[in-house]
């Protein structure tokens, strides 16, 4: 997701600081950016100039430190609080204090992470979709602790960014995540009783419903990791037995297939 946002974001002609905690992951989202870009070309949605333009305005760096004069950061790292927690609290003493903290989440409380700074008022969510540059919808996510004028800003960015931004409380899974979780979860379990194939659901929801994906499809794309974080953060808020991941979907996390970027999970990936 984090290649994806800084590229919304430098496409509509925001200067970006892209922070990875290695060098090699840092090679990888300007190469995710990159390749990203290079498609739009080849498809002529975009010139080269353009291209060439946007990356341009993404400096990737291993350093925290060099967020010390943005504007606004937006956390996108692995779906766990007590990592992004750390996360926000070290960002707080090191960007300016007018800076605002912003945090994709696609389920977590944004008020812990909040409460992890000394400014609470300037935190909230930003939650961009998979994949962020084709995807219209940001939800913003207002945590009862931040100030309206973070909230509009945050909503104003989004706008700024070309997407349809929809204001939401910070409850589990706020808009989205909270009614297509069900839904993907229930799909494993249909599977896991060998009511029918993985082959056989994608092609139902896809066929009967007008899906662009079948779940199995959908589930690969976001992670399975992440959406078997998605879930335990959604089961620990409501306990809705919906919310209950699937164990087939924990065996899969546990011997590591997640997905397209692991290149196997329900399904196996070439490249
Ligand atoms: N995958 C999706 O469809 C999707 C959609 C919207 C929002 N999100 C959210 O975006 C965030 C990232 O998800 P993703 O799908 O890009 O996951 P990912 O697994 O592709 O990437 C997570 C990144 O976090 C980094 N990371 C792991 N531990 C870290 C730590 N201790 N400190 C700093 N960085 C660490 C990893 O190196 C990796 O680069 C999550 O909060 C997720 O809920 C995901």
């Known amino acids: 997701m984090g290649s994806g946002i800084a590229e919304v974001a430098a496409a509509s002609g925001h200067e970006v600081v892209l ?24 498809k002529g949605k975009r010139t080269d100039a353009e291209a060439a333009e946007i990356s341009g305005r ?15 950061v937006i956390e996108s790292v692995v779906e766990d609080l007590a990592v992004k927690r750390d996360l926000f609290a070290e960002l707080d003493s090191i960007c300016k204090p007018e800076t605002i903290l912003a945090t994709n989440t696609s389920t977590l409380p944004v008020v812990e ?7 609470p008022d300037l935190v909230c969510g930003i939650h961009f979709f998979n994949p962020a540059p084709a995807m219209s919808l940001v939800e913003v996510v207002r945590p009862i602790t931040a100030s309206d004028a973070t909230v509009a800003a945050a909503v104003e960015f989004a706008a700024r960014c070309g997407k349809e931004p929809v204001e939401v409380k910070d409850q589990a899974g706020f808009i989205v995540n909270a009614l297509l979780f069900p839904y993907l979860n229930n799909a494993v379990r249909l599977y ?32 399975l990791d992440t959406s078997l974080a998605i879930l335990d953060a959604l089961y620990d808020e409501f306990r809705d037995p ?30």
């Open 19 to 42: 922070r990875s905690r290695s060098a090699d992951g840092a090679d990888a989202m300007v190469a995710a950016l990159t390749k990203s870009l290079a498609k739009q070309v080849e």
């Open 58 to 72: 993404v400096r990737a760096t291993t350093h925290l430190g060099e967020l010390v004069d943005v504007d606004l």
């Open 113 to 119: 992470m909040a409460m992890a700074t000394g400014r």
């Open 192 to 223: 896991e009783q060998g009511v029918a194939t993985k082959d056989g659901i994608d092609a139902a929801m896809k066929g009967g419903c007008g899906f662009p994906m079948g779940p199995f499809a959908l589930l690969d794309l976001v992670g």
């Open 242 to 271: 919906n919310y209950a991941p699937v164990p087939l979907l924990r065996r899969l996390v546990a011997s590591g297939q997640l997905g397209r970027k692991t290149k196997k999970g329900f399904y196996d990936y070439d490249r």
